[in-house]
C-alpha cells in the first residue's frame, strides 16, 4: 500500500463527513420551514360554526 495515498483518503473522507453533515442542515432546516408554513396554514383555517345545542351527541342511545 502506498503512504502517499493514506493522506488523500483521509481528505476525502474528512470532506465527505463535512458535505453530509451539511447536506443534514439544510434538510433539517428545509423540514422547519415546512412545519412553519403548515402551522399557519392550519391556523389561517376558519373555525366551524356549530348551530347545534349544547347538549347534541354527548350521549349514546345503547337501546336495541
Known sequence: MDIS?????S???SQAQVGD??????????IDLQA???????????QPATNSPPNLGQ??????
Open 5 to 9: 495515498s493514506v493522506g488523500s483518503i
Open 21 to 30: 453533515a451539511v447536506s443534514i442542515a439544510v434538510l433539517k432546516k428545509a
Open 11 to 13: 481528505s476525502a473522507t
Open 59 to 64: 350521549g349514546v342511545n345503547t337501546f336495541a
Open 36 to 46: 412553519q408554513g403548515a402551522l399557519q396554514l392550519i391556523e389561517s383555517l376558519p
